[in-house]
C-alpha cells in the first residue's frame, strides 16, 4: 500500500495523454495512506495510518512544470497562512533523491519537531540539515551568520520528478512537430493530519488548545451559565438556533456544571469565539463575546451578535 502513487498514475495517465493538447493535466486525491512506520509517536504528528493529500502534474516542458511547481508553492504557503502556521513555516530545501538536486519541504518551526533546519528569516527560505553544507549555501547565496539553527515539523513537500516515471512507463506526448517527447512530471504533498498535530502543537498555550477559525471543529462556543433560571436557558436555547439560521454551527454546552469548570473545558477545546449567556449577561442587554486566543471579553448587544460574529 503506497504512500504516493506515482507509478499507477503515470501508468494511467498514459490513456489520457497522446498529444501537447493534452497537456498540462493535475490529478489529486485525498486518501487513507499505510506505512510500516518504525517510530511511530507523537499520536497524529508520525502514526502508521493517515490520510494525505497528493497531486501529480504533467507538463510538456521543464518550463510549464516550474510555472506550475511554483504557483503550488505559493498555493501552500497560503494554506499555512490560513491555518495559522505561516509566519512559523519556510519553504526548505531538502534533498531531491534520485529525482534532481532538490525538493521543497515545508517546515514549522516548533520545539517537537524532529527535523532540523537552518532558517534564513530575511529570505524566508531555510536548509535542511541532509543537505546542508558550504557548497550548497554558496550556491542559495546563503551565509552561516545569516542562518539559525531551529526544530521544525515538515507539514507539506513538493518533488520535481522529471521525466523518470514517465520515460520508465512509457508516458509521451506529441508534440506540436510531430514528435514523441516525455511527460515533465512533479509531485506535491499536505498531510492533513500532521498539519493539525502541527498547529496543536505551535499554537496551544497553558490553557489548552487555540483553534484558527479556518480549521476550528466550530467557529462558535456558547457556554450557558443558567443558575437554574430557565428565561437563560431559553435565550441560550434562541441564540442557538439564530446562528444556525446564519449558517453558523456551534458547539452548545448546556452542562448542568459550575462555570469555572465548563470555561477551563472551552478553553481546553479551544473554539476560537465564545459565548458566554448567563443571568448577568441577561441583565445587561447582550452576551458576552470572548476571544480565546487573546482572552479578550466584550458584551455584545444580541441584535449585533451575528454582525459582530460575521466581522472576526
Known amino acids: 500500500l503506497a504512500t504516493t502513487h506515482e507509478e499507477p498514475l503515470t501508468a494511467l495517465m498514459t490513456e489520457y495523454i497522446h498529444s501537447y493538447k493534452d497537456l498540462p ?26 490520510v494525505m493529500k497528493d497531486l501529480y502534474s504533467f507538463s510538456r516542458s521543464e518550463a510549464e512544470f516550474r510555472e506550475f511547481y511554483e504557483e503550488c508553492a505559493g498555493a501552500y504557503k497560503k494554506i499555512f497562512d490560513r491555518a495559522g502556521i505561516g509566519e ?24 517537537a ?6 532558517v534564513h528569516k530575511e529570505k524566508g527560505l531555510a536548509v535542511n540539515k541532509e543537505v546542508y553544507s558550504d557548497e550548497v549555501l554558496n550556491e542559495l547565496d546563503m551565509k552561516k551568520e545569516d542562518l539559525k539553527e531551529e526544530k521544525a515539523i515538515e507539514v507539506g513537500n513538493i518533488f520535481p520528478l522529471g521525466t523518470r516515471f514517465s520515460e520508465a512507463l512509457g508516458l509521451n506526448y506529441t508534440d506540436e512537430k510531430g514528435a514523441a517527447r516525455p511527460v515533465v512530471m512533479g509531485s506535491y504533498g499536505i498531510g492533513p493530519g500532521r498539519l493539525m498535530g502541527a498547529i496543536v502543537e505551535v499554537l496551544s498555550d497553558e490553557k ?11 467557529p462558535v462556543h456558547i457556554v450557558l451559565i ?23 454551527e456551534a458547539l452548545y454546552d448546556d452542562r448542568d456544571l459550575r462555570a469555572g469548570e465548563k470555561f477551563a473545558d472551552a478553553d481546553l477545546i479551544g473554539i476560537p469565539t465564545r459565548l458566554v449567556v448567563s ?4 441583565a445587561e442587554g447582550g452576551v458576552e463575546v470572548v ?3 487573546t482572552g479578550a471579553a466584550t458584551l455584545v448587544p444580541e441584535s449585533a451578535i451575528i454582525e459582530n460574529l460575521l466581522a472576526k
Open 291 to 293: 476571544s480565546r486566543q
Open 279 to 282: 443571568e448577568k449577561t441577561l
Open 208 to 218: 489548552g488548545l487555540v483553534w484558527p477559525k479556518e480549521v476550528a471543529p466550530f
Open 226 to 248: 443558567s443558575g437554574g433560571n430557565k428565561d437563560v436557558v431559553a435565550e441560550a436555547d434562541r441564540l442557538y438556533e439564530l446562528l444556525k439560521e446564519h449558517d453558523m
Open 113 to 118: 519537531g524532529e527535523d532540523t533546519i537552518y
Open 25 to 50: 493535466r493535475y490529478a489529486y486525491q485525498f486518501q487513507t495512506k499505510f506505512r510500516n512506520e518504525l517510530r511511530a509517536k507523537s499520536g497524529i504528528m508520525r502514526s502508521r495510518e493517515f
Open 88 to 111: 512559523r513555516t519556510f519553504r526548505t530545501f531538502a534533498s531531491g533523491g534520485s529525482f534532481s538536486k532538490f525538493s521543497d519541504e515545508f517546515q514549522t518551526i516548533c520545539d
